[in-house]
């Protein structure tokens, strides 16, 4: 297979843009492949390559590329523009669909990305207990910002670089961190700390999983953080509309005291979140006096793709159990082997080259990379494009086939 294309186009971008890409993760080794156009479950590259995609540009898209039906809200949108810097009647729509899924939101702020929800979710929960320290899981990601690029998971530690330059020791001082499924370190670590403000976690780690929380340990965070007066944020940028309607709030029961979203809810175009608990949201500006703002904040365009998403996936409530049907398949079809694991969630899945699921980053980072290096080129050789990292979640969506599950259970077998 030949790439020559998409290697020249690297070739001129590496001397623009750094690392010759726009976001890290991307800059597969030696070239990316550069994609001429999506549909369904596939891409298709400028080398005239099609493949049965299983990153789905890192989450957001459930329904599969380009959707029909998303297009044509995208496009009637169009007609009546795509900017106003005003309010629009989409906002209380959208609003009242995400609270109305969420119980752990009682009112929500639309951003433009999932980093910007965490970094104001931060800010929000600081402002509100007028504490200063947060916590966070090791090799949990929450987007590039400073408070949270430490022991990051994601594109940070696929790179090596999970603690990142620039960020400063005072600020990261004030960021502490706790191993995943382990929730007799965080009792210990908030009886031993009292400034923290909030614990922010992604409850089913996608940045390094999916690693599945035992037993009952969303509820016991959710006990202890109560116990010390510590908010509990639940980034579900990830899993909110992916593990089902209203994210893992809602399938493990656990009503966080604020929320962050992304990725599903803006179908495909730039969108974040953040909501909670009225009395906490009512300090955000203007009502309050925690500063947040964005020019494309709630973009009449992110904003319809996001409510024809939401819609589609409330009016075909089978589609959870189709997905969970797809990865379980794919389970089946591998069998177990020495060396790897299969893990998955709905549909989030992962095959880690360790002998048994791990339960937290120190484990995940255990994983034999050489051997997943191998087994990506193999996959990719065969037509599937699987994230470029032992470190991301991988995806399916409604769009893909059983020819497409057919090709990957192939291409498993014959590569791991
Ligand atoms: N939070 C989680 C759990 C994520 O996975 C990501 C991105 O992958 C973010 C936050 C940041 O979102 P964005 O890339 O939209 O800024």
């Not at 991307?26 to 590259?45: C, E, M, Q, V």
């Amino acid at each position: 297979m030949t790439h020559k294309s998409s290697s020249e186009l690297f070739n001129v971008a590496k001397t623009l843009m750094p690392g010759g890409v726009s976001s890290p993760v991307r800059a597969i080794k030696p070239y990316p492949f550069y994609t001429a156009s999506a549909s369904g479950a596939h891409l298709a590259t400028v080398d005239g390559t099609t493949l049965i995609d299983c990153c789905m540009a890192y989450g957001p898209l459930i329904l599969g590329h380009a959707h029909p039906l998303i297009r044509a809200a995208i496009t009637t949108q169009l007609e009546s523009g795509w900017l106003y810097g005003t309010p629009s009647p989409l906002e209380p729509e959208f609003a009242r669909l995400v609270t109305r899924d969420h119980p752990g939101m009682d009112m929500v702020r639309f951003v433009s990305s999932g980093s910007e929800a965490t970094m104001a979710a931060i800010r929000l929960a600081r402002g509100f207990t007028g504490k200063k320290d947060i916590v966070k899981i090791e090799g949990g990601f929450h987007g590039a910002h400073d408070a949270v690029l430490v022991k990051a998971g994601s594109g940070a530690t696929t790179m090596g670089v999970p603690d990142s330059a620039g960020v400063l020791a005072d600020l990261v001082a004030h960021t502490r961190q706790v191993p995943y499924n382990d929730p007799e370190a965080l009792d210990s670590l908030l009886s031993a700390h009292t400034d923290v403000a909030a614990f922010i976690i992604e409850p089913v780690p996608g940045n390094i999983g999916p690693v599945l929380p035992k037993d009952n340990y969303l509820r016991e965070i959710r006990e202890i953080t109560k116990a010390h007066e510590v908010l509990l944020i639940f980034d579900e940028v990830i899993t909110g509309y992916r593990v089902g309607i209203g994210g893992a709030q809602v399938k493990y029961g656990v009503k966080p005291d604020l929320t962050t979203l992304g990725k599903i809810i803006g179908g495909g175009l730039p969108i974040g979140a953040f909501g909670g608990r009225r009395e906490i949201m009512e300090l955000v500006a203007p009502q309050g006096p925690v500063y947040q703002a964005g020019t494309f904040s709630g973009n009449p365009l992110s904003l319809t793709a996001g409510i024809a998403t939401l819609e589609y996936l409330h009016d075909h409530a089978p589609v959870y159990r189709e997905l969970d049907g797809k990865t379980r398949a794919l389970e089946e079809a591998l069998g177990s082997k020495a060396g790897g694991s299969f893990v998955r969630l709905g549909s989030m899945f992962k095959y880690f080259f360790r002998d048994t699921p791990p339960k937290d980053y120190r484990e995940v980072k255990e994983c034999d990379t050489v051997a997943f290096g191998t087994f990506w080129q193999g996959m990719f050789r065969a037509g599937i494009f699987l994230p470029p990292s032992q470190f991301e979640t991988n995806f399916l969506s409604a769009a893909h086939t059983d020819q497409d599950l057919a090709a990957l259970a192939q291409a498993y077998t014959q590569c791991r």
